[in-house]
């Protein structure tokens, strides 16, 4: 088949990559105004530093970050990368969902819930912070989903949104201002979307990456243990790698742990 037959598995990854820009372009907006309590909707794309509007064939996902060349087209001023990273990590994403679970439902509902994920991520590293308008509703739709979409079962999903949400829970009454509250809301979504083992997994996976960042940074900045490190980004790298790679994982964690 040739790479543009609307038939192959190139064309249609291909296009959901192309769909996932666009939305990657979206949760930059939820990233930014989000926390601030700004509306999504008004007003359009601009500028922050000469509030100009940004044009249409300037605001591209991906590619528009290349043709302006980093810089506002009006007044010059330099846009961070990071918009074009985000385009690019939910482009790759919703290409990958479309790879490995093909158009059956769950894999949209997948490309919704890394949206979700990508948007906490990122608003976690900027104001430590994981916005309850994000995680108490992607509760109900991860239940909702788990019972008419996903491979899952709905008790399975309950029982992944209490057990992980409540390990999380258990630790912050344990070890006081270890754990945010955030965080907790956060993994008992990840729970009724990835489902009791799926959750637990995710919280090993994101710890270890945590520890292991977290330890790095502590020493890079000479701070300690007065670092401050928000871990809504290591759940959901742990989250994302679960998703894709659940039985990998497990399987490799046999192999090293359980001989």
Not at 27 to 35: A, D, G, M
Request: glycine fraction near 12%; hydrophobic fraction near 55%.
């Amino acid at each position: 088949m040739g790479i543009l037959n609307p038939n192959g598995e190139f064309f249609w990854a291909a296009y959901f990559f192309i769909v996932g820009s666009a939305i990657g372009s979206f949760l930059n907006v939820v990233i930014y105004r989000l926390p601030l309590g700004m509306s999504l909707a008004k007003p359009g794309s601009h500028c922050f530093a000469c509030k100009t509007p940004i044009k249409p064939y300037h605001n591209i996902p991906i590619l528009g970050y290349f043709i302006l060349r980093g810089k506002c087209a009006s007044c010059g001023a330099k846009f961070s990368p990071r918009y074009m990273m985000v385009e690019l990590i939910t482009a790759i994403i919703f290409a990958a969902c479309y790879l490995k679970f093909g158009t059956r439902p769950e894999s949209f509902v997948y490309m919704a819930f890394c949206s979700a994920l990508i948007a906490v991520a990122f608003i976690d590293l900027d104001h430590m912070i994981i916005p309850d308008k994000i995680s108490l509703p992607g509760i109900v739709v991860g239940l909702i989903c788990a019972y008419f979409f996903l491979p899952i079962t709905m008790q399975d999903s309950l029982l992944g949104l209490l057990v992980a949400g409540g390990s999380l829970f258990l630790l912050a009454v344990i070890v006081p201002g270890g754990m945010g509250g955030g965080d907790i809301k956060l993994m008992a979504m990840v729970g009724a979307f990835l489902g009791l083992k799926g959750g637990l997994v995710t919280i090993f996976i994101g710890s270890l990456i945590g520890s292991v960042i977290g330890g790095i940074m502590m020493i890079a900045t000479g701070k300690g243990r007065k670092t401050k490190i928000p871990f809504g980004p290591y759940l959901v790298m742990g989250a994302l790698l679960v998703l894709f790679y659940e039985r990998e994982l497990i399987e490799l964690y046999i192999e090293i742990f359980a001989r």
